[in-house]
Structure formats: structure tokens, C-alpha cells
């Protein structure tokens, strides 16, 4: 895709092409129950209370490889990044998938908690940011140091609730991705994702989570889970300003759809936007295209802006959604 003429939208931004990046350094990093995960840190030579690090939370059955242009970017506008992997994807796949039964609250409560815990260890005094990318960002709701979190990014965040998918793709994918999946997922005992080209391999517990025709996070089996021991979700932990960023086109990411996860922040200031791809002069963005490089002159620094700021810049693309 070619980029029109586009404004800059953060005075604050630097251009990656310009600026002196670096590829992130792998690491190890045990969870809760001491499930290793595998990610990627840009890390700044010298210690800076002050700058804030980020952690990026990956799409369901996403690598985080798919962010590290993203990561690039952020680290050229100095911050310090962590991408990772969830158990059971890229960097922390085990030999085999079949007997792990990871599930979204895992992928939250354990792998995204290790994260802010790894961030607060490893960067000390520093502010820690998130961009949580489709299920990434009710990801970032379910740690129990949500607290944290100072500014929070989402992309097409949801949990997939099949009514809210987009009415000319809907029928579609509840065949696709809650019935298809599951099936498949009760043959293998894993979903083989990556063999039939739709996404990563998925451990089996996550597939009945996405699946699951229920509107409400509580009401899927990991999610009745964590309500039962705590009585409540974690969501309410999260204090931090909150960017809900949806596109026009993006059949996941539908208004109801966003604003159903955001309806769990509910100890967050939060603010969406909603972006038409015509706004930027594309053609189509869609619910994966967000973090291609293509777009680090027109959406990246929408991210940006609020990640330095917690706040849109004033020439930002696109409209607010009044909360109902």
C-alpha cells in the first residue's frame, strides 16, 4: 500500500528510517506456575527513570515477530519494549501442543502478568505502557499488577463475541471460528492453524474460549474460571488512560465489539476512536494491517501521541465514539 499525502501527526515522532534502532535481544521469563515464555526486549544502554517501557501484547495465535517493526519504532522514539509470546506460540511453543491446555485467561492472568513483572523488575522506577492488539487488549485487563499500567493502547481489542463481528462477514466466520475450530481442535487436541493457513497452531483451552457463543468474558470457561476465585475480574485494576483505536473494516473490531471490552475498564479514563481507512487515504486497513510499516507515517503515531501524552494529538484521523 502507498501512503498518500499524509501530515504528521506527533511533532514529537521520529522517523524510523532516520534514527538508530535496534533488533530486540531475546530472553527467558518463568510465569506463575513456571511455564518459560520467550520474548524480545529493546533496551536502551543507559537507565532513564523517566522513559517509559512498553509492552506489546500479541493477537491470538499472532508471533510477536509480527510487532518488531512496531518495537523498532518505539524504541526510535525512546522508549524500551517487550514482545512476547504467549504459552503454546512462537517463542513459547513447547515440542508439542497437544496436552497443553492453555486458555485466554492463562494468556493473561500468567503470561501478560509475568510481563508487567519482568518490566517492573528489569526497568526499575520507569512507567509501564501497553499496546494490547485484537485480544491483547483484554489481555491487558486480566493481570493482577494492572494497577501498573499507566497508558494503554488497544487495536481492534474484543473477545470475539460472534454477534458483534461485522453483519456482511458475520455468518462467515461463526462458521469459521466457532465451529469449524472447535472441530477440528476435538480431532488433534490442538488447533493446527498454521497446516490450514488461517494462523498459528492454538492450544485447545483457547479455542474454547474464542468459540464460546457467550457476550460476556465471565461466561467463558476461563473466564468463569478466574470470576469464580477472585469474585470479580481483574479489568477494574487497570487505572491507566485508555485508547481504544477501531477501523471501518476491521469485521472483528465493530463499535459493539470494542465497546463491549471496554465496558470492563471501568477503573479507566477511556477514549475511542474510530477510524475510516479513507481517512488516511487507504483503501482498506482491516484488523491485522495496523502494525505493517507501511502505516508508520499515518497510524503509528496516532499510538504514539497517546503513549507519550496519554492523549490524541489535534490533526489526529478519525472520530471519537461517544460512550454510551
Not at 247 to 255: C, K
Not at 261 to 272: A, D, K, V
Amino acid at each position: 500500500m502507498d501512503l498518500q499525502d499524509t501530515p504528521s501527526l506527533a511533532p514529537t515522532q521520529i522517523e524510523l528510517s532516520m534514527a538508530t534502532s535496534a533488533s530486540g535481544e531475546p530472553f527467558k521469563e518463568p510465569a506463575a506456575d513456571s511455564f518459560i515464555l520467550g520474548g524480545f526486549t529493546w533496551r536502551h544502554a543507559q537507565h532513564d527513570s523517566a522513559r517509559p517501557v512498553v509492552i506489546i501484547n500479541a493477537a491470538t495465535s499472532v508471533r510477536c515477530r509480527h510487532y518488531s517493526r512496531f518495537a523498532d519504532y518505539l524504541f526510535a522514539n525512546g522508549f524500551d519494549v517487550i514482545t512476547y509470546d504467549y504459552r503454546g506460540i512462537g517463542e513459547s511453543r513447547p515440542a508439542s501442543l497437544k496436552g497443553l491446555d492453555a486458555t485466554w485467561t492463562d494468556w493473561g492472568a500468567l503470561d501478560f502478568e509475568a510481563m508487567l513483572k519482568r518490566a517492573q523488575r528489569d526497568f526499575p522506577g520507569q512507567p509501564i505502557d501497553v499496546v494490547g492488539h485484537s485480544f491483547g487488549g483484554c489481555a491487558a485487563g486480566l493481570g493482577a499488577s494492572g494497577h501498573l499500567i499507566r497508558h494503554l493502547v488497544t487495536v481492534g481489542a474484543q473477545f470475539a463475541y460472534w454477534r458483534d463481528y461485522a453483519p456482511a462477514h458475520r455468518w462467515r466466520m461463526l462458521g469459521k471460528w466457532h465451529l469449524v475450530m472447535p472441530l477440528v481442535t476435538m480431532i488433534c487436541g490442538y488447533f493446527p492453524g498454521k497446516r490450514l493457513g488461517w494462523l498459528e497452531d492454538t492450544p485447545a483451552g483457547v479455542v474454547r474460549d474464542w468459540s464460546m457463543p457467550t457476550d460476556r468474558y465471565e461466561k467463558r470457561p476461563s473466564g468463569r474460571v478466574i470470576h469464580a476465585q477472585h469474585g470479580r475480574l481483574p479489568f477494574a485494576n487497570v487505572s491507566a488512560k485508555t485508547l481504544a483505536i477501531s477501523i471501518s473494516d476491521d469485521p472483528y473490531g465493530t463499535i459493539p465489539a470494542i465497546e463491549r471490552l471496554l465496558g470492563y475498564f471501568t477503573g479507566s479514563m477511556t477514549t475511542h476512536l474510530r477510524i475510516e481507512p479513507k481517512d488516511i487515504g487507504e483503501e482498506e486497513v482491516g484488523h491485522f494491517a495496523f502494525f505493517r510499516s507501511s502505516y508508520q507515517a499515518t497510524l503509528w503515531p496516532i499510538a504514539l501521541s497517546w503513549l507519550q501524552n496519554g492523549e490524541l494529538a489535534p490533526d489526529t484521523p478519525g472520530r471519537r465514539v461517544p460512550r454510551s
